[in-house]
């Protein structure tokens, strides 16, 4: 029987001083983590084996690739500007999946008695344990296959892909380190609700740049590589090409500047742990003064109407800054919203009507309005007993959004309109905008009425289970009935550009727009009200379900 007071394995190794030791059990620990996991779940196992094989086979189509590409002129271009990007995934990962290696959060074994150095040297050794470090190794090796000519060469190349290795691994460790308070706090899970926009917007440029090449070729990155090339650690790899093509002393200063990167890197790392082991966290700090943050909000209530609708818009406002899956759904619509219009303008097949994007993805954030509280719509709905308190409610957070909408779709047009050179558009295209906007905000306000739906806290699902349907009439049915609202102003704007002098009077679809869309929304925030305030127990009933 074992006693409750012998040493667990981890403890026993932390208090000798054997360096092997620690990292040896730290290694262990590693391994249970990943073991312990996969026994939780069948499914987490199949999870795991999936992508596991599918990473190793993309990862293996991918070093093909590279070792195909040996002898081609612009080889060193490919596996230098590669490992950078390697190097940039492996520093932004841990900010957006801080879940993925439970071993990234040293704070738990801030209470064992290890020194941050060698607990820093076991991490690191530990940090190559993974499908990541073994797919990113056959990449390295990859890149320096492709540019690795001559005896030299190969034996840099044997060098020169564990050091690169090494660093990528300790610059993720060391950005981790320093953002651990951030990544197990409410703005850490606030990135991780991100990462699926910064991966959607990193997929578009990175084909926005892949079309560019197609057409011009690999030689205008030459200029690039050339000074990538000394920056670690594809200085690694460059130093396997200037190996290859003669410049000894080029490749030693290389390999240097890899390895005092690494060096550097693990004294920050080891310092960020010091730091974490003798600074308090946010748990014994006082929080800030309430006097203080009364303040805050007083300021920003200067700035609001009075009575129940800005007290509405405030509190709207502050949930899209504050509530993370709000935030997601804002910011991948701010985006999507300015990537449509200027990536087409950009690419020189653009039409100046995809401005129009801007206003349509921000004007979807008015479908289900009442979900977007899920819970707490409750208490919302006690201070609702009469169609005025919903109407001046519906205004309030359509007023919030116009906020943030009606210049940011002004901006986005502009900015097309600079780009595409098409400045007689200008008006015509904003009373577009403006018009699609209003029969957006009018149908989201009657669709959060008839057709709510609640919205999980947790996870990245944007609808509770068995509601899905009530998603997509309330989402599609509205942008569709949109679009039928807007026909007039649709209509009249076909009938000025196809009349022989109809250019001189576009001008005047900018104050019809507004005028229009200003109207429609009025008309729906008054539709809405009354099934607002009639239904309410429905409508609390369904965006509580999450």
């Given at each position: 029987?074992t006693?409750l007071d012998s040493p667990?394995?981890l403890?026993?190794?932390a208090s000798?001083?054997s360096r092997?030791s ?12 990943l ?5 939780q779940s069948t499914?987490r196992q ?7 094989l599918?990473?190793?086979?993309f990862?293996?189509?991918q070093?093909?690739g590279l070792v ?8 060193d271009v490919?596996a ?8 940039l ?6 900010l ?5 290696d ?10 064992l008695?290890l020194?941050?150095?060698?607990l820093?040297r076991?991490l690191l050794?530990?940090s190559l344990?993974g499908?990541g470090?073994?797919a ?11 540019v690795?000519?001559g005896a030299a060469?190969?034996v840099t190349?044997?060098v020169?892909?564990p ?7 300790a610059l993720?460790?060391?950005v981790?380190?320093?953002n651990?308070?951030l990544?197990?706090s409410r703005k850490g899970?606030?990135l ?5 926009l910064v ?10 740049g ?5 057409s011009a ?6 200029p ?9 650690p594809a200085s690694a790899?460059?130093?396997v090409?200037?190996?290859?093509e003669?410049?000894?002393?080029t490749a ?6 890899t390895a005092a990167a690494l060096?550097?890197l ?13 600074a308090?966290?946010g748990?014994?700090i006082q ?9 805050t909000?007083?300021?920003?209530g200067r700035?609001l109407?009075?009575g129940r609708?800005?007290?509405?818009m405030?509190r709207s406002?502050r949930?899209i800054?504050r ?5 997601a759904?804002w910011i991948t619509?701010?985006a999507i919203?300015?990537i449509v ?5 950009l690419?020189g ?6 401005a129009?994007?801007?206003?349509g993805?921000?004007g979807?954030q008015?479908?289900?309005q009442?979900g ?11 201070t609702i007993?009469?169609?005025r ?10 007023l919030a959004l116009?906020v ?7 901006l ?11 400045w007689?558009r200008l008006p015509e295209?904003l009373g577009?905008?403006?018009a699609l ?7 989201g306000?009657?669709?959060?009425a008839?057709f709510p ?11 509770a289970p068995?509601?899905a ?5 309330s989402?599609f ?5 949109a679009?039928?609202l807007c026909?007039?102003v649709i209509?009249?704007t076909?009938?000025l550009n196809i009349s022989?002098?109809?250019d001189a009077?576009t001008?005047?679809?900018l104050?019809?727009?507004a005028?229009?869309?200003?109207t ?5 925030l008054?539709?809405a009200a009354p099934?607002?305030a009639?239904h309410?127990?429905?409508i609390?009933?369904?965006v509580?379900k999450g």
């Amino acid at each position: 029987m074992t006693s409750l007071d012998s040493p667990t394995p981890l403890t026993a190794a932390a208090s000798t001083p054997s360096r092997a030791s620690v990292t040896a059990t730290v290694v262990r620990l590693k391994l249970s983590l990943l073991r312990n996991g996969l026994r939780q779940s069948t499914g987490r196992q199949t999870a795991f084996i999936l992508g596991g094989l599918g990473a190793l086979l993309f990862t293996a189509t991918q070093f093909l690739g590279l070792v195909f590409l040996r002898g081609h002129a612009h080889a060193d271009v490919v596996a230098v500007l590669g490992t950078v990007v390697l190097a940039l995934g492996w520093a932004v990962m841990p900010l957006f999946f801080p879940g993925g290696d439970e071993t990234l959060d040293p704070t738990r074994l801030v209470m064992l008695p290890l020194r941050p150095r060698p607990l820093a040297r076991a991490l690191l050794v530990a940090s190559l344990v993974g499908i990541g470090p073994l797919a990113t190794l056959l990449l390295l090796t990859g890149g320096a296959v492709s540019v690795a000519h001559g005896a030299a060469a190969w034996v840099t190349a044997v060098v020169a892909v564990p050091l690169a290795l090494l660093v990528c691994v300790a610059l993720a460790r060391a950005v981790a380190a320093a953002n651990v308070r951030l990544l197990t706090s409410r703005k850490g899970r606030d990135l991780a609700v991100l990462s699926g926009l910064v991966i959607a917007v990193g997929a578009q440029l990175v084909n926005f740049g892949a079309q560019r090449l197609g057409s011009a070729g690999l030689g205008q990155l030459d200029p690039v590589a050339d000074v990538v090339r000394w920056l670690p650690p594809a200085s690694a790899v460059g130093a396997v090409h200037s190996v290859s093509e003669g410049a000894y002393g080029t490749a030693a200063v290389q390999l240097l500047l890899t390895a005092a990167a690494l060096a550097l890197l693990v004294t920050v790392w080891a310092g960020s742990l010091t730091r974490l082991m003798t600074a308090p966290d946010g748990s014994t700090i006082q929080p800030e003064d309430s006097a203080a943050r009364e303040r805050t909000s007083a300021g920003l209530g200067r700035l609001l109407p009075a009575g129940r609708t800005g007290t509405v818009m405030e509190r709207s406002l502050r949930y899209i800054w504050r509530d993370p899956k709000t935030k997601a759904a804002w910011i991948t619509s701010l985006a999507i919203g300015l990537i449509v219009p200027v990536f087409n303008a950009l690419q020189g097949r653009g039409s100046i009507y995809f401005a129009c994007f801007a206003a349509g993805m921000l004007g979807i954030q008015m479908y289900n309005q009442f979900g977007q509280d899920t819970s707490a719509f409750w208490m919302v709905a006690m201070t609702i007993s009469s169609r005025r308190d919903a109407c001046l409610e519906l205004r309030g957070r359509a007023l919030a959004l116009l906020v943030v909408t009606l210049p940011y779709a002004t901006l986005v047009t502009v900015l097309t309109t600079a780009m595409l050179g098409a400045w007689s558009r200008l008006p015509e295209v904003l009373g577009l905008s403006f018009a699609l906007l209003g029969a957006m905000l009018a149908t989201g306000a009657w669709a959060s009425a008839r057709f709510p739906y609640s919205i999980p806290q947790e996870g990245h699902k944007n609808v509770a289970p068995g509601q899905a349907g009530l998603a997509w009439i309330s989402i599609f049915g509205g942008m569709v009935a949109a679009a039928l609202l807007c026909a007039p102003v649709i209509t009249l704007t076909i009938w000025l550009n196809i009349s022989a002098d109809g250019d001189a009077w576009t001008w005047l679809l900018l104050p019809t727009g507004a005028a229009y869309g200003t109207t429609v929304t009025l008309l729906g925030l008054r539709l809405a009200a009354p099934r607002t305030a009639s239904h309410l127990p429905e409508i609390l009933t369904a965006v509580s379900k999450g």
